[in-house]
C-alpha cells in the first residue's frame, strides 16, 4: 500500500502544481500590454544575442547566414538552458559545434564561437555593472558614514512626518 500512497501524494502535488501554475498564467494575462512588452522585450534580446553571435563567428571567418545563426542561438540556448550543468558550461559548447557540423561549418568554430561569446557576454555585463556599483556605491558609504558619525537619520526617514517610525516590514 505505501507505493499506492506514494503515487497518490505526488498525483496529488502534481495537481497542486497544475492549480498553482493555472493561477500565476491567469495572473499575467490580466496585464495584456505588460505581457506585450515583456514578449517584444524578450524578443528583442533574442535579437541581439543573435545578432553578436553572427558577428563573433563572422569574424572568426565563418560564413554561415544570418538565418542559420538565428537557428543555432534559439536551439543551443535552449539546450544549454536544460539544468545538466551549472550554466549550461560545456552543453552549450557541445550544442554549437554540433550545430555548426551539421549546417556545414567547422564544429571548432562553434566552440569557439560559444566560448567568445560567454566571455564577452561576462566582460560587458561586468563592465556594466562597475558603472552601476561604483556611482551608487559611493552615495550609499558616504550616507552611512554620515549617519554613523552624526547619529542622524537616514534621508528615507528624515522624509517621513516629525514623531512618526518607519513600519517594520
Not at 557541445?94 to 555548426?100: K, N, P, Q, R
Request: glycine share 12%.
Amino acid at each position: 500500500w505505501s507505493a499506492g500512497n506514494n503515487w497518490n501524494e505526488t498525483l496529488e502535488q502534481a495537481s497542486l502544481a497544475g492549480d498553482s501554475l493555472d493561477r500565476a498564467l491567469a495572473d499575467h494575462f490580466r496585464h495584456p500590454a505588460e505581457m506585450l512588452l515583456a514578449f517584444l522585450l524578450s524578443l528583442g534580446n533574442h535579437m541581439f544575442v543573435a545578432a553578436q553571435v553572427y558577428v563573433i563567428g563572422r569574424a572568426f571567418g565563418d560564413r554561415l547566414g544570418a538565418a542559420d545563426y538565428l537557428g543555432v542561438v534559439t536551439i543551443a540556448h535552449t539546450v544549454s538552458s536544460l539544468p545538466t550543468t551549472p550554466g549550461g558550461i560545456g552543453i552549450g559548447e557541445a550544442a554549437y559545434g554540433s550545430l555548426f557540423t551539421l549546417l556545414g561549418a567547422a564544429g571548432s568554430l562553434g566552440v569557439a564561437t560559444c566560448i567568445t561569446y560567454r566571455l564577452t557576454s561576462a566582460a560587458l555585463s561586468l563592465l556594466g555593472g562597475l558603472f552601476l556599483l561604483l556611482p551608487a556605491g559611493r552615495g550609499v558609504r558616504a550616507e552611512l558614514a554620515r549617519v554613523e558619525l552624526e547619529g542622524a537619520p537616514a534621508a528615507e526617514d528624515s522624509a517621513l512626518p516629525e514623531g512618526s517610525k518607519r513600519p517594520v516590514p
